[in-house]
């Protein structure tokens, strides 16, 4: 349950844009403030059920535009790659083709 | 309109996946393969005014995607400090800390 929170957390942040603001106050609710389904119900005056429905469509729209766009993939792969040429460069003497190499790698992701 | 065709490859190149397939062909067909209006209608019976009221949708929303999502003008900020990475390790002594400022600048980028 953690990891899939962590997981909605990041597909909301690359993609809250693209849902209905209805959608954006369920979800930010849920996910980032901690509400339970009822706590937003009675904010909202609208069943359990209802936003239950809502928040479990916004989850597989978040999935589908992940499918499609990879931002949170690409995400990961980009801050691995800023990571190692951080390592590299802490080192006495980087080299300077590994780090020519690594930018490439990071430029290919787009 | 040559400034136009660039954005507009640009733009279907990164939000393609989310346009209809029909979308997709027509916008292929008159931005990568430069189709005439009249050519697509055409070659999919339909008119040259279906085509086109498609293409110009097509263009709005593919304008709407990159105001929500940016990847358009990220790529290009990205691009550009890796770029600037790329000419600092040409350099005889790289800067370390000037190398490692950008790295953290393309971290906040994502």
Do not use: C
């Not at 479990?56 to 792969?77: I, N, S, V």
């Amino acid at each position: 349950m953690l990891e899939k929170t962590t997981r909605m957390n990041y597909l909301f942040d690359f993609y809250h844009s693209l849902l209905t603001p209805k959608q954006q106050s369920y979800m930010s609710l849920y996910y980032l403030d901690d509400y339970s389904l009822g706590e937003i119900a009675e904010e909202y005056d609208v069943s359990r059920q209802a936003v239950y429905d809502n928040i479990k469509r916004t989850e597989a729209m978040l999935e589908e535009y992940e499918e499609k766009l990879l931002l949170l993939q690409k995400f990961h792969e980009r801050a691995g790659l800023l990571k190692k040429m951080k390592r590299l460069l802490l080192e006495e003497n980087p080299s300077k083709q590994e780090l020519l190499d690594t930018i490439v790698e990071l430029e290919n992701l787009d």
